[in-house]
C-alpha cells in the first residue's frame, strides 16, 4: 500500500466541535492513523491535531471510505465514546454502491470474519475462527446493473462492510481488495460512512452527525 499512497490534500472538513469531541468528515484515500513507515505518516488523526492538539483516536475508517468519524478531546470523552462503541450503543449508518441488487430488499447478515492470512490485509468469511459480524442492509434503489444501499453494522469487524456485501454476491463498487473486473473500475471505493449517533461524553444528550455521501 504504501508505494500507491497519494493522501488527497483536501481541507479538514469539521462537522461538529467542543469541549469534548470533533466530528469530521474524512476523505477518501487518508488513513485515519498512521501507517507503519514515514510515507505512511500523513493520516486524519495527524491533520486533525494540527488544529486540536488534543485529539484523540476512538474508532476508525479505511483507508478507502469516506465519512463521518468522532474523535475525543480529553481522555474522559475518549473512554466514554470508546465504552458507547464497545457495547455497540454507537449507531452507525454507511451508504453505498454495489455491484448488482440482492434479491431481499432488506436484511441482516449474519456471518463471522477473520484475517485472511495467506492475503492480508484481506479479511473473509470464517466459521471456524472468526468473530461474529453482523450487517443490517436496506436497498434504497436500483438501475443499469447496479444498487444503491444503506448499510447498518452491528459489529464492528475490520472490511466488515466490504467483506459481507462480498459474500452475498454483490460487492461495493470501486473495492480494490474485493472487487473484480467491471466493479472494480471506479474512482473510489464507493462506501461513506453518512451518519452517526451518540451519547455526548458530557451529559449523555444523544447527537445525530450526518454527511451526504459524495456519490
Not at 485515519?32 to 483516536?57: H, M, N, T, W, Y
Not at 454502491?97 to 484475517?115: H, K, N, T
Not at 462480498?166 to 472494480?184: C, F, K, M, Q, T
Request: net charge positive; proline share 8%.
Amino acid at each position: 500500500m504504501s508505494s500507491d499512497y497519494s493522501p488527497p490534500d483536501d481541507p479538514l472538513d469539521v462537522v461538529h466541535a467542543d469541549h469534548e469531541i470533533v466530528v469530521v468528515a474524512k476523505p477518501a484515500g487518508l488513513l485515519s492513523v498512521p501507517g507503519k513507515g514515514p510515507e505512511l505518516a500523513d493520516c486524519l488523526l495527524s491533520r486533525i491535531q494540527v488544529a486540536f492538539p488534543q485529539a484523540l483516536l476512538v474508532h476508525r475508517l479505511d483507508r478507502d471510505t469516506s465519512g463521518i468519524i468522532v474523535f475525543g478531546l480529553t481522555p474522559h470523552a475518549q473512554r466514554h465514546l470508546g465504552l458507547q462503541f464497545e457495547k455497540r450503543q454507537v449507531r452507525k449508518s454507511y451508504v453505498a454502491r454495489i455491484s448488482g441488487c440482492p434479491a431481499e430488499r432488506s436484511g441482516q447478515i449474519d456471518l463471522p470474519l477473520g484475517v485472511d492470512w495467506p492475503n492480508r490485509p484481506r479479511q473473509h468469511v470464517d466459521h471456524e475462527n472468526g468473530r461474529a459480524a453482523l450487517t443490517d442492509y436496506k436497498v434504497v434503489s436500483a438501475r443499469d446493473g447496479e444498487a444503491r444501499v444503506r448499510l447498518m453494522p452491528q459489529t464492528g469487524r475490520s472490511h466488515q462492510l466490504r467483506v459481507h456485501m462480498l459474500a452475498i454476491g454483490h460487492p461495493i463498487l470501486g473495492d480494490p481488495l474485493y472487487a473484480e473486473g467491471a466493479a472494480r473500475d471506479y474512482p473510489r471505493l464507493m462506501l461513506h460512512s453518512e451518519e452517526l449517533r451518540l451519547r455526548h461524553p458530557d451529559g449523555g444528550r444523544g447527537m445525530k452527525f450526518r454527511k451526504k455521501a459524495p456519490f
